[in-house]
Structure formats: structure tokens, C-alpha cells
């Protein structure tokens, strides 16, 4: 992947979009693998993802595992129903099994 593109959200779209189906990242993954600076960057560029396309949005948590951005999404549960359907599993807005689930941008640079 091309870590060079004319505008930072689509550099977070575009890793955002390469997080493995039932895997999460975190802001602060992302923002350090794109040197953004600041994990609140990549949360506002995934706000902004709403209606971009089919970008995997509910994957990115903060770094305790936990769904800080569902209540951006058009329903609170959506985040936790989308992830659900990709077998990972939330109790009390927390993925469980996080650090297992957990996939880091870095990946990338062995592809």
C-alpha cells in the first residue's frame, strides 16, 4: 500500500479498508502508521467516511478495545451488530479477545 495520498482521510479510508474481516486496529495505530499525529485525526477522517463507500469503520476502536465511535454511526448498536456478524465478540462496548483480534498497520509493509 501507498502510504502517499493527496488527503489524510483517505490515507486512514484507504488502511482502514485493509483491516482483515473480523480483526480490529485502533486510532492511534492507524494515526502512528500514517504519522497523522494524533488518533483524534483518524476519528474525525472515519467520521467523515459516512456514506464514502463501504469503508470497515466499525473496525477501528480506541486502544482499550473499546466501540468509543458508535455513536457516530446512523444507529448506537450498529458498530457492535457489524462486528458481531464478523465473529467478534462485544460485552459492554468492549471487543473481547482484543489483543488477539487486534491487527496493526504495520502489516502492511509485509505485503
Known amino acids: 500500500?501507498?502510504?502517499?495520498?493527496?488527503?489524510?482521510?483517505?490515507?486512514?479510508?484507504?488502511?482502514?479498508?485493509?483491516?482483515?474481516?473480523g480483526r480490529v486496529s485502533t486510532y492511534g495505530a492507524i494515526a502512528d502508521y500514517l504519522a497523522l499525529g494524533s488518533a483524534r485525526m483518524v476519528g474525525w477522517a472515519?467520521?467523515?467516511?459516512?456514506?464514502?463507500?463501504?469503508?470497515p469503520a466499525h473496525r477501528v476502536l480506541n486502544r482499550k478495545g473499546e466501540l468509543t465511535g458508535r455513536h457516530h454511526f446512523p444507529e448506537p448498536?450498529?458498530?457492535?451488530?457489524?462486528?458481531?456478524?464478523?465473529?467478534?465478540?462485544?460485552?459492554?462496548?468492549?471487543?473481547?479477545g482484543f489483543d488477539d483480534l487486534f491487527w496493526h498497520p504495520a502489516a502492511l509493509e509485509d505485503q
Not at 500500500?1 to 479498508?17: F, I, L, N, P
Not at 448498536?77 to 473481547?96: F, K, N, P
Open 77 to 96: 448498536g450498529m458498530m457492535q451488530a457489524l462486528l458481531e456478524a464478523e465473529g467478534v465478540e462485544v460485552a459492554d462496548h468492549r471487543v473481547v
Open 46 to 55: 472515519l467520521r467523515q467516511s459516512m456514506g464514502a463507500g463501504p469503508i
Open 1 to 21: 500500500m501507498k502510504k502517499t495520498s493527496a488527503h489524510y482521510y483517505q490515507q486512514v479510508w484507504d488502511v482502514t479498508c485493509c483491516i482483515p474481516f
